[in-house]
Nanobody, 125 residues
């Protein structure tokens, strides 16, 4: 089992940057593909980015490609999401998720097995 705790959210002006962190418990962190999702008020939770178990392969929602970067440090049981060139439409609660399957890059909520509690990102115009 994996427990996930996100941090790093906050209020930032448009064009600014944030770095989200997700700390994972457990000694098998490297056996999970990881993903970041977000949920804006009144909207469904959506895929943002994913990373394979080794960190070699990454996957992004089209609208964040080139602005967001997902990475992981298996030695520290951490996954990160660097958010650059933020836009007001990026405002949402951001969630970290762990996927136990051998296939990375899943984009559907039901393909992930464990979730964090979320961290709020607010981008002002």
């Amino acid at each position: 089992q994996v427990q996930l705790v996100e941090s790093g959210g906050g209020l930032v002006q448009a064009g600014g940057s944030l770095r989200l962190s997700c700390a994972a418990s457990g000694r098998t962190f490297s056996s999970y593909s990881m993903g970041w999702f977000r949920q804006a008020p009144g909207k469904e939770r959506e895929f943002v980015a994913a990373i394979s178990r080794s960190g070699r392969n990454t996957y992004y929602k089209l609208s964040v490609r080139g602005r967001f970067t997902i990475s992981r440090d298996n030695a520290k049981n951490m996954v990160y999401l660097q958010l650059n060139s933020l836009k007001p439409e990026d405002t949402a609660v951001y969630y970290c998720a762990a996927d136990a399957s051998v296939v990375a890059g899943h984009r559907q909520i039901n393909e992930y097995d464990y979730w964090g509690q979320g961290t709020q990102v607010t981008v002002s115009s």
